[in-house]
């Protein structure tokens, strides 16, 4: 099943487990959430340590909160670096997000959300200090998504795609580009044409970063609830969504990619279907870039 | 880095998450955002709620019993009280319910059912050792229980297995909230005569996918595990059991089912 030609893959939840052992698809990856089997004695871990001998393995990590300026939980480091000493994933990631700050006597609070940052210069630094500290106890890169954010900080000395091409330059980290993420935005911040704003954001990293910084996209769905979109991977990929995957397949070539479904989640079938179109995306991309070298 | 430019930074991430975490929405207070009016206000919204829905779905499979209890309103009301007064330490949610056992000891309307602590303690150990390390017990620590003096030995109990005393029939309480023909009358007579028991709570070896046994301990065997819990020897321990208690038995039973990390000589005095 670990076909290295195959670059999609599907978010592995705990309702698919059984289908999904039983029908062995065609994938090139299955990712989880890395929180979710920290701890190596429990029923889920058995499941992972049994998908990981037939799949390549992405984590994806919720809890990190690589933005906090107060800095990492140093157990949660080290629980993360012993979930990759046990399972060897392909690749490791998480969030341009902080999460933890000092909350008086009790010290620090976590608020279990990936929690906007500004696009500054302390930011950048905070960002970049924190991903090394990952790296290095991991001794491998890390590869750090933006956000789809509902409040954005005023104070900015850069723009969100210079800010990650910095990350990248200074860090040595990859981006996981999150192409949902950047139409969310552009649909809460009311862009006249969402679409063509997503375009240009990757129109601008493309520019700005070195070529091979993106190692991973996620596709999912989003819902509107209460004046917002909200971005809950509840629903199908949006045919925006997939015209700027397209797009950005333009820039960055074939690039592992990740259907990411949490809520409601669908029948095993949709799930692979919608990777199922990201392949066939993916493929056509190939087939440009052989002709283009021909 | 610029260490103003942290403080500000750290400044503007602490007055963010407590906008989240206060007990009223104030979108004034999250900070210099671009957001403004209602747009600012669904922001905020949407990380108070996030978060709290990430708690909340973390606390109903940690506490399966205080759920059946209050029912799903009044336990997600609750989990939203808690998750302001107190917010996670960590980012892994399974650590997230560490603390409401002791919280609900403190909330003075939920003061008419005083077992539900005990309850919640209860839900919190049997999510602890659904998730515990298997035992660590040898064949040394075995030969050592048939050489040795027990006056000079001592049993450890491993992660897979844990005891907790209460007040209240605690697990009673809990069984008859598994059922779906719980006798309500005998949970209501146990409760007014002001039974209490000690819970024994183990995962059966081997098998990290089946359920969390939990089950009332007698006397004899209750006195025993806490002999051994306060540091006793084996000789101390039995002699607090007292003559109903049958070791042979309760050894056989700690052994297959994982309950023991060691058998320890104790320093001479």
Same mark, same amino acid.
């Given at each position: 099943?670990?076909?290295?030609?195959?670059?999609?893959?599907?978010?592995?939840?705990q +309702?698919?487990?059984?289908?999904? %052992?039983?029908?062995r698809?065609a *994938?090139g990856?299955?990712?989880?959430?890395?929180e979710?089997?920290?701890?190596?004695?429990?029923?889920?871990?058995?499941?992972?340590?049994a998908?990981?001998?037939d799949?390549a393995v992405s984590?994806?990590?919720?809890?990190l909160?690589l933005?906090s300026?107060?800095?990492?939980?140093?157990?949660h480091?080290?629980?993360l670096?012993?979930l990759?000493? %046990?399972i060897?994933?392909? %690749?490791v990631?998480d969030?341009?997000?902080f999460a933890r700050?000092?909350?008086?006597?009790r010290g620090?609070?976590?608020?279990?959300? *990936?929690?906007?940052?500004?696009?500054? &210069?302390?930011?950048?630094?905070?960002l970049?200090a924190?991903?090394g500290?990952v790296?290095e106890?991991?001794?491998?890169p890390l590869l750090?998504?933006?956000?789809s954010?509902?409040?954005?900080f005023?104070?900015?000395?850069?723009s969100?795609p210079?800010?990650?091409a910095?990350?990248?330059?200074r860090?040595?980290?990859g981006?996981l *580009?999150d192409?949902?993420n950047l139409?969310?935005n552009a649909?809460?911040?009311a862009a006249?044409?969402p679409?063509q704003a997503?375009?240009?954001?990757?129109?601008?990293l493309?520019?700005?970063?070195?070529?091979?910084?993106v190692g991973?996209?996620?596709?999912a769905?989003?819902s509107a609830q209460q004046?917002l979109?909200?971005d809950?991977?509840s &629903?199908?990929v949006?045919e925006h969504v997939w015209?700027a995957y397209?797009h950005?397949l333009?820039h960055f070539?074939?690039? +592992?990619t990740l259907i990411?479904?949490?809520?409601h989640l +669908?029948t095993?079938?949709?799930?692979l279907?919608?990777a199922?179109?990201?392949?066939?995306l993916?493929?056509? %991309? &190939?087939?440009?870039?052989?002709e283009?070298?021909? | 880095?610029s260490?103003?430019g942290i403080?500000? /930074?750290t /400044?503007?991430?602490?007055r963010?998450?407590?906008?989240?975490?206060?007990p009223?929405?104030?979108?004034?207070?999250c900070?210099e955002?671009?957001q403004?009016?209602?747009?600012?206000?669904a922001?905020?919204?949407?990380?108070r709620g996030?978060?709290?829905a990430h708690a909340?779905?973390a606390?109903?499979?940690?506490f399966?019993?205080v759920?059946a209890?209050l029912?799903?309103?009044? #336990?997600?009301a609750?989990?939203?009280?808690y998750?302001?007064a107190c917010p996670?330490?960590?980012?892994?949610?399974a650590?997230?319910?560490e603390e409401?056992?002791a919280?609900?000891?403190t909330v003075e309307?939920?003061a008419?059912?005083?077992?539900?602590?005990d309850?919640?303690?209860l839900?919190?150990?049997?999510w602890?050792?659904? @998730?515990?390390?298997?035992? @660590?017990i040898?064949?040394?620590d075995l030969? @050592?229980?048939? /050489?040795?003096?027990?006056?000079d030995?001592?049993?450890q #109990?491993?992660?897979?297995v844990?005891?907790l005393?209460?007040?209240?029939?605690?697990?009673t309480?809990?069984?008859?909230?598994q059922q779906a023909d719980?006798d309500?009358?005998?949970?209501?007579?146990?409760?007014?005569a002001?039974?209490?028991?000690?819970?024994?709570?183990?995962?059966?070896l081997?098998?990290?996918?089946?359920a969390?046994q939990?089950?009332?301990? /007698?006397?004899?065997?209750s006195r025993?595990?806490a002999?051994?819990?306060?540091?006793?020897n084996?000789?101390?321990?039995l002699?607090a059991?007292?003559?109903?208690?049958?070791?042979a038995?309760?050894l056989?039973q700690?052994?297959t089912?994982?309950?023991l990390?060691?058998?320890?000589?104790l320093?001479a005095e």
């Amino acid at each position: 099943m670990q076909a290295t030609t195959l670059l999609h893959g599907i978010g592995l939840r705990q +309702p698919h487990y059984r289908e999904f %052992r039983a029908l062995r698809p065609a *994938l090139g990856f299955v990712e989880v959430h890395s929180e979710n089997f920290f701890n190596p004695h429990d029923a889920a871990a058995q499941v992972l340590a049994a998908v990981r001998e037939d799949y390549a393995v992405s984590l994806h990590g919720v809890g990190l909160a690589l933005g906090s300026a107060c800095g990492l939980d140093n157990e949660h480091v080290q629980q993360l670096a012993d979930l990759v000493a %046990r399972i060897d994933p392909v %690749r490791v990631s998480d969030h341009a997000c902080f999460a933890r700050a000092p909350w008086g006597q009790r010290g620090i609070a976590h608020a279990s959300d *990936l929690l906007p940052i500004a696009f500054t &210069r302390a930011s950048l630094d905070i960002l970049c200090a924190n991903v090394g500290r990952v790296q290095e106890h991991l001794k491998r890169p890390l590869l750090v998504e933006n956000l789809s954010a509902y409040l954005d900080f005023s104070a900015r000395e850069f723009s969100e795609p210079q800010f990650f091409a910095e990350l990248v330059r200074r860090s040595g980290c990859g981006l996981l *580009l999150d192409i949902n993420n950047l139409y969310v935005n552009a649909l809460n911040a009311a862009a006249p044409d969402p679409l063509q704003a997503v375009c240009a954001w990757i129109d601008e990293l493309a520019r700005l970063a070195p070529a091979g910084l993106v190692g991973e996209i996620h596709l999912a769905g989003f819902s509107a609830q209460q004046g917002l979109i909200i971005d809950d991977h509840s &629903r199908p990929v949006s045919e925006h969504v997939w015209q700027a995957y397209a797009h950005a397949l333009g820039h960055f070539d074939a690039v +592992p990619t990740l259907i990411e479904w949490d809520e409601h989640l +669908p029948t095993l079938s949709v799930l692979l279907g919608e990777a199922a179109r990201a392949a066939a995306l993916c493929a056509a %991309r &190939r087939g440009t870039s052989t002709e283009a070298a021909a | 880095m610029s260490a103003p430019g942290i403080a500000a /930074e750290t /400044e503007r991430q602490r007055r963010l998450l407590a906008a989240i975490f206060a007990p009223q929405a104030d979108a004034a207070a999250c900070g210099e955002v671009c957001q403004d009016g209602a747009r600012r206000q669904a922001g905020l919204a949407a990380y108070r709620g996030n978060g709290l829905a990430h708690a909340c779905n973390a606390l109903r499979m940690q506490f399966p019993t205080v759920l059946a209890m209050l029912g799903t309103q009044a #336990f997600d009301a609750l989990c939203a009280r808690y998750w302001r007064a107190c917010p996670p330490r960590r980012g892994d949610l399974a650590w997230v319910g560490e603390e409401l056992p002791a919280y609900l000891a403190t909330v003075e309307d939920l003061a008419q059912w005083p077992w539900l602590p005990d309850s919640a303690r209860l839900d919190w150990a049997a999510w602890q050792t659904s @998730r515990a390390a298997p035992p @660590r017990i040898s064949a040394a620590d075995l030969q @050592r229980l048939t /050489e040795a003096d027990p006056a000079d030995l001592t049993l450890q #109990f491993s992660a897979c297995v844990g005891h907790l005393d209460s007040a209240w029939p605690i697990v009673t309480i809990h069984q008859a909230h598994q059922q779906a023909d719980a006798d309500w009358a005998a949970v209501r007579q146990a409760i007014a005569a002001g039974t209490g028991q000690t819970a024994c709570i183990w995962r059966p070896l081997g098998d990290p996918s089946a359920a969390v046994q939990i089950e009332a301990l /007698e006397a004899a065997t209750s006195r025993w595990v806490a002999a051994l819990a306060r540091g006793a020897n084996i000789a101390s321990a039995l002699d607090a059991a007292g003559a109903a208690f049958d070791f042979a038995a309760w050894l056989r039973q700690a052994i297959t089912q994982g309950w023991l990390d060691g058998v320890v000589v104790l320093p001479a005095e």
